[in-house]
């Protein structure tokens, strides 16, 4: 990844821990069942980042992928519901 996005995800990951919930459109996006995308863009390169909120206005990044298609990826999204299940089930053992 050139630096340039990575410049570009650092800043949307800032953005996204100072407005939580509330950042939106164009920066984040709902996919499906409380897995939202961080979207960065940088030139023709296109950047997600999956990630969830657990109480205490966590946020959670769970994987990152240059898209290269129209939607995210089936296996990306199945991949961060993975690692919330994983993270859920640890962090209610803690608890």
Not at 54 to 65: A, D, E, P, S
């Amino acid at each position: 990844m050139n630096i340039k996005l990575q410049a570009k995800v650092l800043t949307g990951i800032k953005l996204l821990k100072a407005n939580g919930n509330l950042l939106r459109e164009p920066y984040t996006k709902h996919l499906k069942d409380g897995i939202f995308e961080l979207r960065s863009k940088q030139g023709s390169d296109i950047t997600r980042v999956l990630y969830f909120f657990v109480v205490g206005k966590q946020i959670i990044l769970t994987n990152g992928f240059i898209k290269k298609t129209q939607k995210a990826p089936k296996s990306e999204i199945d991949l961060a519901e993975k690692y919330r299940k994983d993270y859920l089930e640890r962090f209610e053992k803690e608890m």
